[in-house]
């Protein structure tokens, strides 16, 4: 079978869908991957994927200029004639979806998240929702990542509930995200994550200072892209007034490959508003790490409170401040035992294992129909 993998950059298709494309690959398909070309076209390549490029702006919110996208979707869809079309991110949802369906290709959808037109009720909102529930209604499925937003979908009839179901994120690999954890002092946290505020990065740093007046020794990390096309993004002006007042923070950069960086801190956190399923958690609790994060969709999931981390209330530095020093408070066992219980939870609900089985049933039960 003939399989394109659509979603918004060419680094998303390797660093989250790199397992499911070496199982497919392995069952006889041959993979294509559709999206803007970036640094990962190579590397993808050298698997056997070959690339299409679709110009796609992932930021744009002018839903006229992307009405564009049916066309070159279209276009490259008639150019590959693929029997099936795995779809991700929001714009290759919608847009590659409509094309799809006019051209009667079959798609599996995977809705990884909400966005912010989700988070806040705005006309954005119900433009989304018109957007989705016309693109949808021929999908042959569509996944989502945690039981609250397929709720959403289904209470809103943006899709059937005999055409959903919720499957556990994009997978992590155990064996690759393994690491025996003998000592956890609480001395470096770690934020991984784009810096915007719809991921707490500001509850983050102003939660940092007031815990570092106590503990001075204490390290808060940063990981991730500075300067994102987002109007809630955190500034080098203002990172750098955090970090220049506070050593103690420190920005790394945007890293690529986080499983030395995830062997190196002790605990890591999340205050995010929203998440599909946060593949970050995930990957930190196959490393042993404790977690603290937010009491909503897409994190809850992932964490439960007292077992392998703590969660605190959305858009609160106090309640992040207190779950922090709750967290340094503990017992140095206790965080290990956090550490060791969110590993358990990793191998027995989001291995990729367990994920890619569930792909690959319902490409076979397509290939059957």
């Not at 509930?161 to 994009?170: A, C, E, L, P, W």
């Not at 106090?318 to 590993?343: P, V, Y």
Request: glycine share 6%; charged share 25%.
């Amino acid at each position: 079978m003939k399989i394109i993998i659509s979603t918004n950059t060419t680094w998303n298709i390797y660093n989250f869908r790199l397992s499911l494309i070496q199982d497919l690959l392995e069952n006889g398909h041959e993979i294509l991957a559709v999206a803007p070309r970036d640094g990962y076209v190579d590397k993808l390549e050298e698997l056997g994927v070959k690339c299409y490029h679709v110009n796609l702006n992932p930021k744009g919110t002018n839903p006229i200029t992307d009405l564009n996208l049916v066309y070159q979707y279209s276009k490259l869809f008639r150019l590959i004639k693929p029997d099936l079309i795995l779809s991700y991110t929001i714009k290759p949802n919608i847009y590659g979806n409509i094309a799809a369906s006019l051209l009667r290709i079959p798609t599996i959808n995977n809705i990884s998240g909400l966005g912010t037109i989700f988070i806040k009720n705005s006309i954005a909102t119900y433009i989304g929702k018109f957007l989705y529930k016309l693109s949808l209604f021929s999908s042959y499925h569509v996944f989502f990542q945690n039981n609250d937003d397929k709720s959403l979908f289904t209470k809103n009839k943006l899709v059937t509930k005999k055409r959903s179901s919720v499957i556990q994120g994009s997978g992590v690999d155990i064996n690759r995200f393994n690491f025996t954890r003998t000592k956890n002092n609480a001395d470096k946290f770690l934020f991984l994550g784009r810096l915007i505020s719809d991921k707490g990065i500001f509850e983050y740093l102003d939660a940092a200072v007031t815990v570092l007046e106590k503990y001075p020794n204490k390290e808060f990390l940063l990981v991730g892209e500075i300067g994102s096309n987002n109007k809630t993004a955190l500034t080098l002006k203002e990172l750098n007034h955090y970090m220049n007042n506070y050593p103690q923070i420190k920005y790394l950069g945007k890293i690529d490959n986080v499983i030395d960086l995830l062997q190196s801190v002790d605990v890591m956190i999340l205050p995010s508003y929203r998440e599909g399923l946060s593949k970050s958690l995930i990957e930190a609790a196959s490393m042993n790490l404790p977690i603290i994060t937010t009491n909503v969709p897409g994190c809850k999931d992932v964490v439960e409170d007292g077992f392998n981390g703590l969660l605190c209330e959305v858009r609160s530095k106090f309640s992040l401040e207190k779950a922090i020093l709750k967290m340094i408070d503990l017992k140095e066992e206790d965080r290990l035992q956090f550490g060791l219980n969110g590993r358990k939870k990793v191998i027995n609900r989001f291995s990729t294992d367990i994920v890619n089985k569930i792909y690959l049933d319902k490409i076979n039960e397509i290939i059957n129909t």
